[in-house]
C-alpha cells in the first residue's frame, strides 16, 4: 500500500534560517505530489505540487521543493523563513491513475522571532 | 469567490447519538472529497464523489458512517451511534474536475471539529 513519511513533527527554527522539510514515499509508479500548508486558524492551502516537467518546483512564498524520483522524496525547503512561516506542513501524493491522496502525518514549523 | 464552506465549526455530542456535518464545495466544481484528520496524524481519505457517478465509499470507516451529495453540489456527512474514536476533524475538499492525471488541487473547507463524549 502507499504510504507518505514526514520525518520530522516537530521543527522550530530562528529567523533567517534555512529550512528543509522531508517528505519520503512509497509507490512504485507515476505519481503527483503536494505539499499543503495549514497556517493558524485557517483552511488547509496549496502551497506547491509537482505532476510533470521540472523536478523543481516554486511555490509561493519562497518556497520550493525538489522531486527526485531515484529516492522516493519531495523535500521542501526555503533558504530564509520568516515568523509568518509558522504552520503546519502536510506532504501528499497520489497515483496519477487514482485521485486518493496519501498524506503524511504533518510536521509543525515554529519560527521564533 | 467563495471558497469551501463547512458547518457547523464545532459539534460536540454524546456517545450512541447521530450526528450530520455539511459541506458546500466551491460552485461548479464536480469532485468532491471528505476526509478525517485525527489528533497528530495526516488525514484520512473517507469518500469521493465525482458529478453523478457512483461515490468511492472505500475509506469510510465503518457502516455507521454514510454521506451523500443533493443536486451535484452539497453534500452531507453522517454519523450514526457516534463512539469516541469519531472525535475527530471532519475536512470537506472540492476540485474543479477530479483530473488525477494532472495533479489537480483540492480546496479545503475549515473543517468540522467533532468530539464524542
Known amino acids: 500500500a502507499q504510504s507518505v513519511s514526514q520525518h520530522n513533527h516537530h521543527v522550530i527554527l530562528s529567523e533567517a534560517a534555512s529550512l528543509e522539510l522531508g517528505c519520503n514515499y512509497s509507490?512504485?509508479?507515476?505519481?503527483?505530489l503536494f505539499w499543503y500548508v495549514q497556517y493558524p486558524g485557517q483552511h488547509l492551502q496549496l502551497l506547491l505540487k509537482?505532476?510533470?516537467?521540472d523536478p523543481l518546483v516554486k511555490g509561493i512564498k519562497g518556497f520550493e521543493a525538489e522531486f527526485i524520483k531515484s529516492k522516493f522524496s519531495f523535500n521542501l525547503r526555503k533558504p530564509s523563513v520568516q515568523w509568518s512561516d509558522t504552520a503546519e506542513y502536510f506532504c501528499a501524493v497520489n497515483a496519477q491513475s487514482n485521485y486518493q491522496l496519501i498524506w503524511g502525518a504533518g510536521t509543525k514549523l515554529i519560527i521564533k522571532p | 469567490g467563495a471558497g469551501v464552506s463547512q458547518s457547523p465549526s464545532n459539534k460536540v455530542t454524546e456517545k450512541g447519538k447521530d450526528v450530520e456535518l455539511r459541506c458546500d464545495p466551491i460552485?461548479?466544481?464536480?469532485?468532491l472529497y471528505w476526509y478525517r484528520q485525527s489528533l497528530g496524524q495526516g488525514l484520512e481519505f473517507l469518500i469521493y464523489?465525482?458529478?453523478?457517478?457512483?461515490?468511492?465509499k472505500s475509506g469510510l470507516p465503518s457502516d455507521r458512517f454514510s454521506a451523500e451529495r443533493t443536486g451535484g453540489s452539497v453534500s452531507t456527512l453522517t454519523i450514526q451511534r457516534t463512539q469516541q474514536e469519531d472525535s475527530a476533524v471532519y475536512l470537506c475538499?472540492?476540485?474543479?474536475?477530479?483530473?488525477?492525471?494532472?495533479?489537480?488541487?483540492?480546496?479545503f473547507g475549515p473543517g468540522t471539529r467533532l468530539l464524542v463524549l
Open positions: 509537482y505532476f510533470s516537467g
Open positions: 464523489f465525482q458529478g453523478n457517478s457512483a461515490p468511492d
Open positions: 509507490y512504485g509508479g507515476t505519481v503527483n
Open positions: 460552485s461548479g466544481h464536480t469532485a
Open positions: 475538499a472540492s476540485s474543479p474536475t477530479g483530473a488525477s492525471q494532472r495533479g489537480e488541487t483540492q480546496y
